[in-house]
């Protein structure tokens, strides 16, 4: 049960992990309560620290809360856990930007896809 609003990981079922970068981990999240899936990012703060990556999650986090755009995911929340910084987001389904940059021709969209949203 949520009190006060305060969210943290036990409030999730980490369903599967769906990719890693330089800062983080995101994993398809469920609700518990709820059952609404979620895309978390979670960044072990330790680890950001130690490789000095903190001030780049400060700024993904920052840019991320500032944004509201229909074709960016929404940043719903943000909470550490167990010396973890997560940011739980909308979930998009239809998978990694870059993965799909990657399978363009010459590895960038096309203007009419970038204005129409046609991939």
């Known amino acids: ?21 330089d800062i983080g981990t995101v994993y398809l999240a469920e609700l518990i309560e709820t059952k609404c899936m979620f895309a978390i990012k ?12 903190m001030p780049r999650a400060q700024t993904e986090r920052e840019i991320l809360r500032m944004l509201d755009h229909p074709f960016l995911p929404t940043l719903y929340a943000q909470f550490t856990s167990n010396n973890l910084s997560c940011l739980v987001m909308e979930f998009c389904p239809g998978g990694d930007l870059h993965v799909l940059r990657q399978k363009q021709s010459d590895r960038y969209f096309s203007e009419e896809a970038a204005r129409c949203s046609i991939i």
């Open 42 to 53: 979670v960044m072990d703060n330790e680890f950001l620290a130690k490789r000095k990556k």
């Open 1 to 21: 049960m949520l009190v006060y609003g305060f969210l943290n990981l036990s409030h999730f079922n980490l369903l599967k992990k769906l990719g890693s970068g």
